[in-house]
């Protein structure tokens, strides 16, 4: 806001009024840069945000956006499944996102009776082509398009191999829950056995179950690059769990977000969802680079960056072990 509109707006309204106009400018944009020192901006998108009191949830056309399954709206959140078995519910935006560069952070809440590795068996966020589909991941369809971000917070695979007797090893040890990203394209499958391992883009261990304070994810799509980090120890602090360039996105997808509980079970909760926009100054060489339209989605050198992801998540679970090793020596 420059000199002259300030002081049209002064002259124009009352002090009440633009105090509180301010205050919204203020909330709604803001500017920062990147780790790549891109200048940016950020305004909020609140037709594909979803906060209380909730008054955009309903069946009605007008709504933007729908509940499926055992979802329900409270004043406190939008719970997707209560601590049952057997459940499965979600939320989705009515309205495709036609933005080119965007960032989503995720309010979100995982408690429960269960004791750890108890429970399950975790919720998901979405940004994909297909909507309001049940299916067994997470609570949505298998075989997606898109992009899919997962808190997983049962551990299939190493509950199967005990069974068989079998042990992992330290080098592929993992910490539950655990957050992981998936971009699909129609035709791949997430392998709910092996906890999507053979599909994942990367992730981190991220200890989310019922705890005392706010638990946040904040996913960022700008300029092909998808960034994930999480807000979890009630410190204020973005956490990093991913980075990967060459992510290839459509436009015009569906925001939403999903549970679901088998014998296990938890109560998943989404407080809020906050779309931004982001306004992102690109020179001429990427405007070339990023001007063919993406129709389906794709992520570059996806056998160098499991390679790479594979590395990160035993190093990051080499270290949760060694904590906790240490936390009870």
Avoid at 231 to 246: A, K, M, S, Y
Wanted: glycine share 6%; net charge negative.
């Amino acid at each position: 806001m420059n000199i002259l509109s300030d002081i049209f707006l002064r002259q124009t309204m009352t002090p009440k009024t633009y105090w509180t106009f301010v205050i919204i400018l203020i909330t709604t944009c803001r500017s920062f840069a990147d780790d790549d020192n891109h200048e940016m901006e950020e305004f909020l998108k609140r037709e594909h945000s979803l906060s209380k009191p909730y008054q955009g949830v309903g069946s009605s056309s007008s709504s933007h956006w729908e509940l499926m399954g055992d979802a329900m709206v409270t004043t406190e959140q939008v719970r997707l499944t209560t601590d049952m078995q057997s459940k499965q519910g979600a939320v989705w935006s009515r309205i495709p996102c036609h933005l080119r560069d965007w960032e989503l952070q995720v309010h979100f809440k995982i408690h429960g009776q269960g004791k750890k590795n108890l429970n399950g068996d975790g919720l998901a966020i979405w940004y994909t082509k297909e909507r309001m589909q049940k299916g067994p991941v997470f609570g949505n369809q298998d075989l997606f398009t898109g992009l899919g971000v997962f808190v997983d917070t049962y551990p299939n695979e190493e509950k199967h191999l005990e069974a068989q007797k079998t042990r992992y090893t330290t080098r592929t040890q993992r910490i539950f829950p655990f957050v992981l990203a998936m971009v699909g394209n129609g035709s791949i499958s997430y392998d709910h056995e092996r906890d999507g391992r053979p599909t994942e883009l990367g992730g981190c261990n991220a200890m989310v179950r019922n705890l005392n304070h706010d638990t946040f994810i904040f996913i960022r799509y700008v300029r092909r690059r998808l960034t994930i980090m999480i807000d979890i120890d009630g410190q204020h602090e973005w956490r990093d769990c991913l980075d990967i360039p060459g992510v290839r996105l459509p436009q015009g997808y569906y925001f939403g977000a999903s549970a679901v509980t088998g014998d296990l079970s938890d109560n998943h909760d989404v407080v809020s969802l906050k779309l931004y926009q982001l306004t992102v100054l690109r020179s001429e060489t990427e405007e070339k680079e990023e001007e063919d339209e993406i129709t389906l989605p794709s992520v570059d050198n996806m056998d160098l960056l499991k390679s790479k992801a594979h590395y990160l998540s035993q190093t990051y679970t080499s270290l949760a072990l060694l904590y906790s090793n240490n936390s009870y020596s």
